[in-house]
Structures are given as structure tokens and as C-alpha cells.
């Protein structure tokens, strides 16, 4: 089946600085993909839906200057969370889409886990 | 708004089955799914349902749907080491992978 491949997997940084996620397609082309974002024991939370070649459409609540979200090539989608906080800390994990007969298929990153100290 | 609640860990003695329970608020949810993740790797897709149906097998996977209770269970049977993951459950009312909304995810570890 078709790979996404998301890095890195984990990353601690101090505060106030940025940390830049990439999740990239390996063996197809994706027009679309979805960042999610998720709390400790909490549900899995759509953040934002990148879209190549145009601005990326971000769900309520979620604030588009700190989460910064480019997809620039078919295959590659990076989040940036700028000037990190300890609350930014979470797991995120994007996934992108493809098609085949039976119709859209989602297929997820391993997962970044960020830790601002 | 949309909820999809599940416990949190669940452990199994290798061999029984094992059962993972979801429940979900929206009532015109249409499709339902369970994904499966393994330490460091993405979520996979394991199976989904369809809300008209009440059932689905999948050689060891038994997935079954109460669309009355919204209540969404998913069986392991023969639970094997490998079978150890976090299971999410999924509801979304159209087949957009916008607009799937996940559980929390439950771990499932297997006792020898």
C-alpha cells in the first residue's frame, strides 16, 4: 500500500522557538493532506487540510500564524509551529489521500511528538 | 458536536478474543471505521462499515454496529502479540477524508 513517511518522530525544543514538520508521500502523489493534532487521552483532532499549490484550510480554533502550512510539491507538506509553547507540546500526525477503485483512502504518517520545554 | 468516545487500554490473555467498544453521538454518521497503529507507524486502516449494515467479518476481525445505542464494537478473535496497537475508532457522514472524526484510541496489549 502507499507510504507516507512523517519526520521527525520526536523533537523537544525550548520555547519561543520553531519547529518544522514534514510529511511526505513516498510512492504517490497527493493533492491533499491533513495535519491532526492530539492530547494526551484525548481524540485525534483534524487541524487543517493542506492543499498543493494554495493556501491551506484551517479548522475552527485553530490559529493559522502559529500553525504555518506549506505544500509546495505533490509529495511534501510541512506544519511549522512558530514561536512554540509549552502548550503547543502534542502529538501530531498527518496523513494524505489517494484514490483507487473503491474510492478515497487515507493513509497516516507515524507521528511527530513535539515537547517545548 | 460530533463525539467518538473509547476506553483507554484494554489487555488480553494471547489466544482469547479480544473486543475494543466505541460509541459516537451523531446519528447520520454513514461511515464507520477502525484504524490500527503500531509503535512508530501511521495509522492503518483495518476495516470499515457502512451505517445500513449491522455486521462485517474479516477473517479474525468482527466488526458490529447497534446504529440504536451508536454503539460501534470491533473483535480480535485468537488474539495474537501482534495484534498489539492502538485501535481508533472513526465516524464520518460522508466518504471525505476531511471530515472523519477519531476517538481518543485504545491500546490493546496482549498477556502471555
Known amino acids: 500500500g502507499a507510504v507516507v513517511s512523517q519526520h521527525p518522530s520526536r523533537v523537544i525544543c525550548k520555547s519561543g522557538t520553531s519547529v518544522k514538520i514534514e510529511c511526505r508521500s513516498l510512492?504517490?502523489?497527493?493533492?491533499?493532506m491533513f495535519w491532526y493534532r492530539q492530547f494526551p487521552k484525548k481524540s485525534l483532532m483534524l487541524m487543517a487540510t493542506?492543499?498543493?499549490?494554495?493556501?491551506?484550510?484551517?479548522e475552527q480554533g485553530v490559529e493559522k500564524d502559529k500553525f504555518l502550512i506549506n505544500h509546495a510539491s505533490l509529495t511534501l507538506s510541512t506544519l511549522t509551529v512558530t514561536s512554540a509553547h509549552p502548550e503547543d507540546s502534542s502529538f501530531y500526525i498527518c496523513?494524505?489521500?489517494?484514490?483507487?477503485?473503491?474510492?478515497?483512502?487515507?493513509?497516516f504518517g507515524s507521528g511527530t511528538q513535539l515537547s517545548v520545554l | 458536536g460530533e463525539d467518538v468516545e473509547q476506553s483507554l487500554f484494554l489487555s488480553v490473555r494471547e489466544g482469547d478474543s479480544s473486543v475494543i467498544n466505541c460509541t459516537y453521538t451523531?446519528?447520520?454518521?454513514?461511515?464507520l471505521y477502525w484504524y490500527k497503529q503500531e509503535p512508530g507507524a501511521g495509522l492503518q486502516l483495518l476495516t470499515y462499515?457502512?451505517?445500513?449494515?449491522d455486521m462485517k467479518q474479516d477473517q479474525r476481525l468482527t466488526v458490529l454496529l447497534n446504529k440504536k445505542d451508536k454503539h460501534l464494537s470491533l473483535r480480535i478473535a485468537d488474539t495474537q502479540t501482534g495484534d498489539s496497537a492502538i485501535y481508533f475508532c472513526?465516524?464520518?457522514?460522508?466518504?471525505?477524508?476531511?471530515?472523519?472524526?477519531f476517538g481518543s484510541g485504545t491500546r490493546l496489549s496482549i498477556r502471555p
Open positions: 496523513s494524505a489521500r489517494d484514490w483507487d477503485p473503491m474510492g478515497e483512502k487515507l493513509f
Open positions: 510512492d504517490f502523489q497527493a493533492t491533499t
Open positions: 493542506s492543499n498543493e499549490g494554495s493556501k491551506a484550510t484551517y
Open positions: 451523531d446519528s447520520s454518521s454513514t461511515y
Open positions: 462499515i457502512f451505517s445500513n449494515m
Open positions: 472513526a465516524e464520518s457522514m460522508s466518504s471525505s477524508a476531511s471530515k472523519i472524526i
